[in-house]
């Protein structure tokens, strides 16, 4: 099994073994799309844009204010929380989640992921 294929079953684990996670994936830096458990309706295009200009924003918000290296950026909506950590050097996860997650639980359950894809990357 290929790394990739590896990391898209982290993923599927993360995202079905965590009620609060309605979809996750790992982007790069600059924007593509490296793996992804989201609902068929997401665009994945869309997903890793976003995901871009949130870590530039965050990164040179980070530095501007003096607050050291990015290490997390999240939004959250009415109807859920965008949550992006850095996975390794040039890949963060992003995960989508629903309104009522449980932040320390999904925190933790990222943690373990990205621990296991550091190790694929």
Known sequence: MSPIEQINDVLHYLQSGTP????????????????????PQIDEGRIAGMTSTLISLGT??????????LEQVYVKGSSGYVIVTQ??????????????????????DMRRCIEQIRKLL
């Open 87 to 108: 996975a390794s050097e040039g890949t963060v996860l992003v995960v989508l989640t629903n309104h009522e997650a449980k932040l320390g639980l999904i925190f933790l």
């Open 60 to 69: 040179r918000t980070a530095q501007e204010l003096e607050r050291g290296n």
């Open 20 to 39: 609060d996670v309605e979809g996750c994936a790992v982007v790069s830096d600059d924007g593509l799309m490296i793996a992804s458990a989201l609902a």
